[in-house]
């Protein structure tokens, strides 16, 4: 399985979309994991990319959000929402099921940081043990597009 995460930057989305979408699809991921996605651009991704199963959870009081982008049925969303925010989702494919975890960890408080992970932790060791575990810290670097592809 192929998953790839991006933080899309959402200042000046629309100069950058079309580019994105054409990463979008050049990575062909199984899943895509997406942070600072306005929520405007997240219904344009669902429209415009061939991704049958999608997730959104939008940041406390803002526009803008995390979003998982599928090949595989979504059959379970959680969503941790606090000084920060973070969006589980279980899905399956070929049999196994997987827990894959998007965080966007705030950049002005370590504390908010640590407890965003430790409530992470317990939710990981609070869920069955046959499901497979990928957990993505995004952390914001102003003007650059994050890529990260894990093969399984």
Known sequence: MRIATYN?????????????FEEIDK????????QEVPSAF???LVKGCEYEHCAYVSYEDEEMGL??????????QINFIDDSISQSIILEREGI?????????????I???????VAIDKFIHSCEKKLIFLFFLVILIARYL???IIIL
């Open 8 to 20: 899309v930057w959402y200042q000046d989305i629309d100069v950058r979309a079309e580019q994105l």
């Open 27 to 34: 990575v062909d991921a199984d899943v895509i994991a997406l």
């Open 42 to 44: 997240y219904k344009e």
């Open 67 to 76: 979003a998982f982008l599928s090949k595989h049925p979504i059959l379970n």
């Open 97 to 109: 099921k997987y827990s894959i975890t998007n965080v966007h960890l705030p950049w002005n408080s």
């Open 111 to 117: 504390i908010a940081k640590e407890k965003q992970i």
């Open 146 to 148: 994050q890529v990260f």
